[in-house]
T-cell receptor, first 114, second 110 residues
Framework: NAGVTQTPKFQVLKTGQSMTLQCAQD?????MYWYRQDPGMGLRLIYY???????DKGEVPNGYNVSRLNKREFSLRLESAAPSQTSVYFC?????????????FGSGTRLTVV | GQQLNQSPQSMFIQEGEDVSMNCTSS?????WLWYKQDPGEGPVLLIA?????ELTSNGRLTAQFGITRKDSFLNISASIPSDVGIYFC??????????FGPGTRLSVLP
């Protein structure tokens, strides 16, 4: 019962480097999300995919791109990492975009940009 | 836009004490969710509320949907060390995804 799996768990990047955060869910959910968590600011939505084949911007999309590779997988890419992108990144999924019982979260990727 | 505020931001309590925290919104919500995030993990859903005035329990946790529909409350009775973590409230943006509060960080002292 894996749920939502994120890789890697930890990453250190130099300013200007690029990387892709991977997320996969095995619950046959249609909708997937990427959040970042910063101290005192809670979870802020970066991008989401309401269904396979669609992606949309959230609150804080600048500096990021996403790909909904298939129904299971939703990746987040940092093209040119900046120190302001140091954060904990969470992927989440839900059965449909509009659900009233919330999302299932992965265990997070802790990213440090130096 | 819709914003959620949580109070207190952090709290230190003795094991065995009861805990109360709340979440307020600038807008009316028709759903309130409470999540807990253990250190180093992702948030996990604790309780969901769907009706104004509703009171729902999950073990030692009890949450209430405020009658104004702009607030919600979470109580933990007889705290234990594993209650340590960050507690988030969440509510749905109109027609869109959920928005999360900044969290209440709970520390339990033995």
């Amino acid at each position: 019962n894996a749920g939502v799996t994120q890789t890697p768990k930890f990453q250190v990047l130099k300013t200007g480097q690029s990387m892709t955060l991977q997320c996969a869910q095995d619950m046959n959910h249609n909708s997937m999300y990427w959040y970042r968590q910063d101290p005192g600011m809670g979870l802020r939505l970066i991008y989401y995919s309401a269904s396979e084949g669609t992606t949309d911007k959230g609150e804080v999309p600048n500096g990021y791109n996403v790909s909904r590779l298939n129904k299971r997988e939703f990746s987040l890419r940092l093209e040119s990492a900046a120190p302001s992108q140091t954060s904990v990144y969470f992927c989440a999924s839900s059965e449909e975009f509009w659900v009233n019982y919330g999302y299932t979260f992965g265990s997070g990727t802790r990213l440090t940009v130096v | 836009g819709q914003q959620l505020n949580q109070s207190p931001q952090s709290m230190f309590i003795q094991e065995g004490e009861d805990v109360s925290m709340n979440c307020t919104s600038s807008s009316i919500f028709n759903t309130w969710l409470w999540y807990k995030q253990d250190p180093g993990e992702g948030p996990v859903l604790l309780i969901a509320l769907y009706k104004a005035g509703e009171l729902t329990s999950n073990g030692r946790l009890t949450a209430q949907f405020g009658i104004t529909r702009k607030d919600s409350f979470l109580n933990i009775s007889a705290s234990i060390p594993s209650d340590v973590g960050i507690y988030f409230c969440a509510g749905p943006r109109y027609g869109q995804n959920f928005v999360f509060g900044p969290g209440t960080r709970l520390s339990v002292l033995p």
